[in-house]
Structure formats: structure tokens, C-alpha cells
């Protein structure tokens, strides 16, 4: 039924627009194409796995642990990863990713095994119906603490003082560093945004389907997410995502599940050809 | 700005019978190699798996087909400075083309690889228009979602004539002679990998080649130079694709089966990975690339079956997640050497050549 | 008593474009407005990047020379140290924060000034350049040159540094808002104290301004002193189209003689 489609595609899409975010605040900062996003959500479900059912600690606990351990990786791979190759261009960055993405997978299949693993939490799984409506809880949870996790961060770009650091920093690296910012310092915060907000949407992907390295290729619809929304805009990735979502379960439904894929791709396709800067992008990025 | 190796762009050598001896002694080994490896001895000497480097023929020609694949690769990215990450795509083209024309009109092989020579030409053509309308990150954007696309229409191709096992493929043949054997796939392929480099060697040397290059570097200069540079990519591109179906082709024929998932992302990662590992822009590092690509895993699974007993950390990396650690070795290097030479190996080389010949002119 | 600036034996160097200066030295004493001029390519910018810590960014290397702020050697220190040591920049090009508002772009400043003051800094920085004021909520992107600069300049003043750089302030403005502007560092430099370094291309405005001023040409100083020697001397009339579009007509005299001076005065 359309709107039991439409909800899972707005509840999806709320996750996904979290992965694109955190995608979206490295780029604007950093300028690099991140394609180990996808491998970020696989490790946040990781990471969920080993606090809980791992290091057996409390929910709350579990969570914070994965926070700061999603916020470390961030800093970690900015320091030693990303800022020796600033400057180079864009293939060797987008290798880097790559080869980063390549990596983690093969660590985490040595330390977890190759197959999937449960996560199981204390979050809420049961259905509840609303009519016809079968509302999963879980969809609703994640749902609700997405967009909590995206208002929040809006909060934080635009309202405090080193956001606006981060936003000065995104708009003219030089003018920052003239103004005394520590540029630097901005640009791992936002690499461990950018990890945090990958490894909360591992968090509930990982729940929702089933916690593998193959969860790389979901956290990636990340990638035409932002694109389709416009890659250095804010909002553009949120609505990416939340796109990329609903076009996902309504292909997945009515044409076939293994068409959801292509359809987006399809989808990224036309915009680069008709819209390269998205649908909230400016124009002038077309200086690429 | 990456130091790329130029493809040897040196100043011409006196071609001297030095060279003459080289050449031959390297045709000679790689005659004899087929023998020492499916002997597993030199010269009547046996050599344990070890020493072989646990490498067998099936995987030389493996390699010997993924040098295609890099070598198509490096003269789009390497040379033309069009990245693309959907390079599986084009393989996919060549093998679904195969299909198409070898088992199901049952073609003869030859005319099977010019089918799929062209389809990839006209794919490639195709996948490299996007290039006329954007650029840089969104052109490799736009590679990822045609690799997504063509992927996905071998797999409805897949399904709807075959099975989820896969599209099988007739045995190889070149006219009477049937390429049953490695060794024979070995003799066919080694002059074609060598045909290959030697002639997008060419290519580069000449005025388009150059200007193609130039346009790498510095796409704002070479408009000045009247050449259309918008049409000189597709041609690299249809040229690359070309190729790479062929390769594409070749790799189903060789394994006599192929699925969609063989020509996932991962697949054309690997390719990437081998231009960066062997340099960008340099043919002969995409060659070494492809080898130890290709021939790092069998060495390691060589440890691996040496390792034997070993119990701990030894064991897990080893036994239980080969696989693995190949792939984390690789990913590590890739890494170190973005980070410390983005000139790969050739460019290691390169650095090298200067120092020593710069120590020679010095003494 | 030390120098706010002390420059001694300056050697920077590009990676491919060879030797920008040549042992250059240069001092700022407290509270002075000095001047430093010199034609396009002299290597004016590059002792600004070479104080200010951004020659990296630019592929630049110190090859020899101390700089010293205020008795602390600084060569080497990154930018965001230096800002905090209270050293405003105010770099070639504006360098605004185009998407952000005008009061953003002073809040940046002001991050290096504790949470207190920061209102007080602002309207300060308000009541120099009221055109600022009045657009205060509108996108840096839209103001004009002249306010830009203005902006530029205030933001590096929101922090209350003890030196001021300003590199090529009235590049591509009208002179009457350069002058209006230099008028208002003049009252900054009078009410503050601010000890400040000026690049300018223009020299005969910054002689006006400027209590003493230096002479780059092609990366080595070349004449020094106060601002009226400097403006009698023959160097800059060598060194400057500008100055001698005021030399009456058709006397290529005094020019032939003054490129003489200029290379025999190092």
C-alpha cells in the first residue's frame, strides 16, 4: 500500500539523510569525496555490536562508547590520512578513500568474521497500527532520532560559535586561516561529525537489516543522496536522503527489490547530465 | 600536483644491440616461464611451491587478461585524465557481448572479441559522454552510476536467458586450434597483452597522444591548440572500453562462466588500485601493477599453507581470513604509497633512474 | 625599547620560481605606521606571507632570517598562533567570508577575544566603519570593494592586535574611499596604539599616512626611511609608474638618472 510504502521510504530516508549529512559536512569542510562513508556506517554497527553484546555494557554506555569511538576514528583519519594528502589531486583523495574503505572492511571481517551478526538492542521493535498503517517502532525510533541527530547539528552549524568557525572554514580555508582559525582543528571536528553521523545510521541500519560489511553498499546511497541534493548544501543532502529513501522502497515495491539500486543510479544519471549541482546545489560549483 | 611518470618521453636512444640482447633474453624467459611453471622445475630441477611463489599458469593468465583491464584503465586515467571508477562495466560488456554472440549465435572466438571490442567502443562512447556536459568529480560520479546501470542489465541479461549460476561459455578456439590448455591460452594472450602496450605505446607518442596528455595537465592550454578536446575524450574513452570488453570477453571465455556479482565495484576498484600501485600514466607500471595484484594473493596463500600449524594471530590472519589480509595488505600499500609516492612504482623507479644516472654523469 | 616588528636578513624562496628576497630587513617600532613599498613582483606580498605564516599555503620557503613580534621570534609558528599573539592580517584580495553575514564575518575575528568583550569589540569596530553597521544582517557577498575592505579590515581589528598587516588596502578601490579608510586607521593607530604595516602600491597616499617606509625592488630593500625622505628620494620615483605621472611632461631626465640612484642605493 502506497502510504506503508511512503513511511518506510520517510523513515529510510531519515537514516540515509543522517549518512548524507555527515558526508555533506566533510566535503563542504574538507573538500573530499568520502567513499569510505559506506564502510563508516558498517563500523558504527560494529562498534554498537561491541559495546553491547561484546563489552556486555548499558545501553547508554554502548552508545556514548560508539560515539566516542566513531568521533576518534574521524580525528585519527583526518590526522593521518586525509591532512598529509591535502592539496593532491582529486583522484589520489578519492583512492585514499577507497583504499581506506578496503581496509576497515578487511579488519572487520578479520576481527568479527565474514558473516553477518545480530544487533540486538533495547530499542523498540514491535508494530503498532494506525489504521491500515503498520508503523514499525523501530522505523519510527530511527526516524525520530535522525532527524533529532540532524537538528541538532543545525542547531550547533548555526547558532554556536565554533560553528560558525566551521561555516567560515567551509566558505574560504584561507580567509579562516587569516582570521586565526584553527583550520585544522575544524577540519577533524568535522571529520568526526562526519563518522558519528555514519555510525548512528549503522546503529539502526545495522538493527534494521542485519549487521555485515554489506551494509557498505546501503550507507553508499549516501553518495547520490548528496549529489541529487546538491553537494555543498546542507539541507540539499538531508533532502538527497530522504529522496533517495522513497524512491528506494517505492522501486523496491513496485518494480522489483532488485531494481531499487539502479533506479537511483538511473536517477544520479539524469541530474549530472540535466542538474549537476543538485537540486539545492548553487550553479557556480560547475567550476568543477 | 602528483608527479605522474611521462611514458617515456626520454630523449631517443641509439637503438643498440644492447637493447637487441635484452629484448631477446626477456622473450626467451617469458617463453620459457610456462614451462617452469606447469613442470614446477628449472632445467630439470625441481622447485617446491614455495620457490614458485605458489604461482600457477591459471594465474599468470589471469594477470596477463587483468594487464589488459589496467593497461585500458591507465590510458583513460593515467593519460587522458578521465577518471573513472566503472571500468567493471566495460568488462561486463565484453562478457554479456560474448554471450550474446558466442553462445547463444555461437560466433567463432575471434569474431566473439571484435564483437565485444566494439560494444565496448560503443558503450565507452556512450559512458563518456557525460564528460561533454560535466567535469572532475561529477564526471566520476557519473562513471560510478553507468557502472550501477550496465552491471544491472547484465544481470536481467543473466536471468532472463540463464540462471543464477551464471552464463556459461563455449570453449575458446583460434580457427583449428583449440585453447584448451593454459599454456596455449598463455601463448595467446602474452602476445596480445604485448600488442596492446605497444600500441596505446604509440598512441600516446603520436600528436593526439601528446595533446591528450597535455590535456591532463592542462586542459585550458590545449583548447588553445585548435584540437576539439571534447572529442579526443570520447575517443579515449571508446578507445579504453574497447579494450577492457575485449578483456572483458577474454575473462569470461577463461573462466567459462560469469556472473553479474563477478563485475561488482570491488572489480573495478581493483583496477584502480593497480594504475596507483604501478603509476599513473605510466604503461609499464600499469603491467607491474596488474602482477602484483594478481600474484600477491598466491604468494600469500603460499604462506598460509606453510604456516600450516601455527596457532594465534598467525592463524587468523593467515588461514581463516586470507582473503582478508590480502586485501588489507593491499589497501595499506595503496595508502602509503598515495601518501609518501603518488607516483607509484614506476615513479619510484623514475627517482631511482635519475639518481643513478645523475650519480653516473657525477663520477 | 624592541620593535613590534623586527624583520633581520629575510631570504624566502618558491619552489619553482627561484629567490623572492633577498636579506631583507625591516622594523616596525611601537605604535609606528610603516610603509613598504615597491612595483608588482617586488616580493612585498611575500614578506607579508613570510610574516604571517603563510608561505606554506603558498609553496614558500624561509631559506634564512628572523622575525620577531614584539621580542618572540615567529618564524615557523602556523597563523592561528600568531592572530592570537595579536598580529591582524588583512591579506591581499579581501579574503571575506563571501556566504556569511557582515556580523559573522566580525564574529570570526572575535573568537580570539573573550566572551565578555566581545560586544563591546564589535560596536567598536561598528563605530570606525558605520557603512558596516548599517549592513550588518546582509551576505559579505554583496558589498561593495570599498566595504569589503572595510569589513576585511575590521574583522582583523575586532581582536585588538598589537600589529596590524594590511597588504594592497586600495587595490581596485576609489581613491576617496582609500583615503576615508586610511583616515580611519589613523584614528585606530592614534586612539589604540596599534603598531601596523603597510603594503601599498600607491605609495604616494601610504607616504602620506605612514611615519616611515621601506623600498622593495625585485626582493631587496632598496631604500629606507621616514616617510618624507622616502617620498624626496629618486628610488621612488624609479620605482613607480604612479609617481611619475606627476613629473611634468616630456622630461625623461630625472627618470634615466633615477633608475641610476636606485640600483647604485642598495
Known amino acids: 500500500m502506497l502510504a ?35 564502510m563508516f556506517v558498517v563500523c558504527g554497527a560494529y562498534l554498537a555490536i561491541t559495546g553491547i553484546s561484546l563489552l556486555n555494557l548499558p545501553f547508554p554506555l554502548a552508545m556514548l562508547s560508539m560515539v566516542l569511538a566513531a568521533a576518534l576514528l574521524g580525528v585519527l583519519i583526518h590526522m593521518f590520512l586525509i591532512q598529509p594528502v591535502a592539496g593532491q589531486p582529486m583522484l589520489v583523495v578519492i583512492m585514499l578513500t577507497i583504499a581506506l574503505s578496503i581496509v576497515l572492511r578487511a579488519a572487520i571481517e578479520i576481527i568479527f568474521g565474514s558473516q553477518g551478526r545480530t544487533l540486538n538492542t533495547p530499542l523498540p521493535s514491535g508494530v503498532f497500527k494506525i489504521g491500515e498503517l503498520r508503523i514499525s517502532q523501530l522505523h519510527l525510533t530511527a526516524a525520530l532520532v535522525s532527524w533529532g541527530c540532524m537538528a541538532a547539528f543545525g542547531a550547533f552549524f548555526r547558532f554556536t560559535s565554533v560553528g560558525l568557525l566551521m ?43 542485519i549487521a555485515s560489511t554489506e551494509l557498505e553498499t546501503i550507507g553508499l546511497l549516501a553518495l547520490p543522496a548528496v549529489v541529487i541534493g546538491g553537494m555543498q548544501s546542507i539541507p540539499g543532502a538531508i533532502v538527497g536522503g530522504l529522496l533517495v529513501g522513497v524512491i528506494e522502497q517505492l522501486a523496491a515495491s513496485y518494480i522489483s527489490p532488485k531494481s531499487s539500486d539502479i533506479v537511483i543510479y538511473a536517477l544520479l544519471l539524469l541530474i549530472l547530465m540535466v542538474r549537476p549541482w543538485g537540486l539545492f546545489g548553487q550553479r557556480e560549483l560547475g567550476r568543477v | 600536483m602528483t608527479k605522474h611518470s611521462s611514458v617515456s618521453l626520454k630523449p631517443a636512444q641509439p637503438v643498440s644491440w644492447q637493447r637487441w640482447v635484452w629484448v631477446a633474453l626477456a622473450v626467451v624467459l617469458l617463453c620459457y616461464l610456462p614451462i617452469v611453471l606447469t613442470d614446477r622445475a628449472i632445467f630439470g630441477v625441481r622447485l617446491s611451491n614455495m620457490q614458485l611463489l605458489n604461482i600457477g599458469m591459471s594465474q599468470v593468465n589471469l594477470m596477463l587478461i587483468a594487464m589488459l583491464g589496467a ?137 593526439e597522444g601528446r595533446v591528450m596528455m597535455a590535456m591532463r595537465d592542462h586542459e585550458l592550454a590545449t583548447t ?117 609516492a603518488p607516483g607509484g612504482i614506476a615513479g619510484i623507479g623514475h627517482k631511482l633512474r635519475h639518481r643513478w644516472s645523475a650519480g653516473k654523469d657525477a663520477s | 625599547m ?4 623586527e624583520i633581520k636578513g629575510l631570504s624566502v624562496g618558491y619552489a619553482r620560481k627561484g629567490l623572492a628576497l633577498d636579506d631583507v630587513s625591516l622594523s616596525v617600532p611601537k605604535g609606528g605606521i610603516v610603509a613598504l613599498l615597491g612595483a608588482n613582483g617586488a616580493g612585498k606580498t611575500t614578506l607579508i606571507r613570510a610574516v604571517t605564516g603563510l608561505l606554506d599555503l603558498h609553496h614558500g620557503q624561509v631559506t634564512h632570517g628572523q622575525v620577531a613580534l614584539d621580542g618572540h621570534a615567529i618564524l615557523g609558528l602556523p597563523s592561528h598562533r600568531l592572530v592570537r599573539m595579536g598580529m591582524g592580517q588583512v591579506p591581499e584580495g579581501r579574503l571575506i567570508f563571501k556566504q556569511l553575514s557582515v556580523e559573522d564575518n566580525l564574529k570570526v575575528g572575535a573568537a580570539i577575544v573573550p566572551r565578555g568583550q566581545v560586544r563591546e569589540r564589535l560596536e567598536a569596530v561598528y563605530t570606525l566603519f558605520p557603512r558596516l553597521l548599517e549592513r550588518r544582517t546582509q551576505s559579505a557577498g554583496w558589498l561593495s570593494g570599498g566595504e569589503q575592505q ?51 602600491q600607491n605609495a604616494k597616499l601610504a607616504l602620506e599616512f605612514a611615519s616611515s617606509a621601506y623600498i622593495l625592488n625585485s626582493g631587496r630593500m632598496v631604500l629606507s626611511g621616514s616617510a618624507a625622505e622616502v617620498a624626496a628620494s629618486d628610488a621612488i620615483k624609479a620605482s613607480y609608474l604612479g609617481t611619475k605621472r606627476e613629473q611634468p611632461e616630456g622630461d625623461p631626465g630625472p627618470d634615466a638618472q633615477a ?3 636606485a640600483q647604485e642605493s642598495v
Not at chain 2, 589480509?325 to 598515495?338: A, D, N, S
Open chain 2, 71 to 207: 593497461l585500458s584503465l591507465n590510458y583513460l586515467t593515467g593519460c587522458a585524465g578521465l577518471i573513472s571508477i566503472g571500468h567493471a562495466a566495460f568488462y561486463a560488456t565484453g562478457a554479456m557481448t560474448a554471450a550474446i554472440t558466442g553462445t547463444q549465435w555461437g560466433w567463432p572466438f575471434p569474431l566473439v572479441l571484435a564483437a565485444a571490442g566494439l560494444a565496448g567502443a560503443l558503450v565507452g562512447t556512450l559512458a563518456g559522454l557525460p564528460s561533454l556536459r560535466v567535469r572532475g568529480l561529477y564526471f566520476v560520479l557519473s562513471t560510478l552510476a553507468v557502472h550501477y546501470v550496465v552491471v544491472y542489465v547484465f544481470l536481467e541479461y543473466q536471468f532472463k536467458f540463464f540462471d543464477v549460476v551464471g552464463v556459461p561459455y563455449n570453449a575458446a578456439s583460434i580457427g583449428p586450434i583449440a585453447l584448451n590448455t593454459p599454456i596455449r591460452w598463455y601463448f595467446f594472450l602474452l602476445p596480445l597483452v604485448a600488442l596492446v602496450y605497444w600500441g596505446l605505446s604509440n598512441t600516446l607518442k603520436s600528436r
Open chain 1, 167 to 209: 561555516r567560515a572554514t567551509a566558505d574560504s580555508h584561507e580567509a579562516a586561516v587569516v582570521s586565526g582559525v584553527n583550520v585544522n582543528m575544524m577540519n577533524r571536528l568535522a571529520w568526526a561529525i562526519g563518522v558519528v553521523l555514519a555510525a548512528v545510521g549503522g546503529l539502526f541500519l545495522g538493527q534494521l537489516q
Open chain 3, 150 to 200: 572595510m569589513l576585511a579590515l575590521g574583522r582583523a581589528l575586532v581582536g585588538n592586535p598589537r600589529l596590524l598587516l594590511v597588504d594592497e588596502l586600495s587595490l581596485g578601490l576609489a581613491p576617496l574611499i582609500v583615503r576615508a579608510i586610511y583616515q580611519q586607521l589613523r584614528v585606530v593607530g592614534d586612539t589604540l596604539g596599534t603598531s601596523m604595516l603597510i603594503v601599498e
Open chain 3, 2 to 5: 624592541t620593535n613590534m616588528l
Open chain 1, 4 to 38: 506503508q510504502v511512503l513511511f518506510s521510504g520517510l523513515a529510510l530516508g531519515s537514516i540515509y539523510g543522517l549518512v548524507a549529512l555527515g558526508f555533506a559536512v566533510v566535503f563542504k569542510a574538507t573538500e573530499v569525496f568520502n567513499f569510505a562513508q559506506g
Open chain 3, 259 to 261: 633608475s641610476q640612484h
Open chain 2, 224 to 340: 588553445s591548440v585548435g584540437v576539439d578536446v571534447r572529442i579526443l575524450r570520447l575517443k579515449a574513452f571508446a578507445f579504453s572500453s574497447s579494450i577492457a570488453a575485449m578483456a572483458g570477453a577474454l575473462y569470461a571465455y577463461f573462466m567459462s562462466n560469469a556472473t553479474s556479482e563477478a563485475f561488482g565495484i570491488n572489480f573495478a576498484i581493483q583496477f584502480i588500485a593497480m594504475i596507483i600501485i604501478g603509476g599513473m600514466g605510466s604503461l609499464g607500471g600499469a603491467l607491474v601493477g596488474a602482477a602484483l595484484w594478481l600474484l600477491l594473493p598466491s604468494i600469500i596463500s603460499g604462506f598460509a599453507t606453510q604456516a600450516g600449524d601455527a596457532t594465534g594471530i598467525v592463524r587468523l590472519l593467515l588461514v581463516e581470513h586470507k582473503a582478508q589480509l590480502v586485501q588489507m595488505i593491499f589497501g595499506v600499500l595503496i595508502i602509503v604509497l598515495l601518501i609518501f
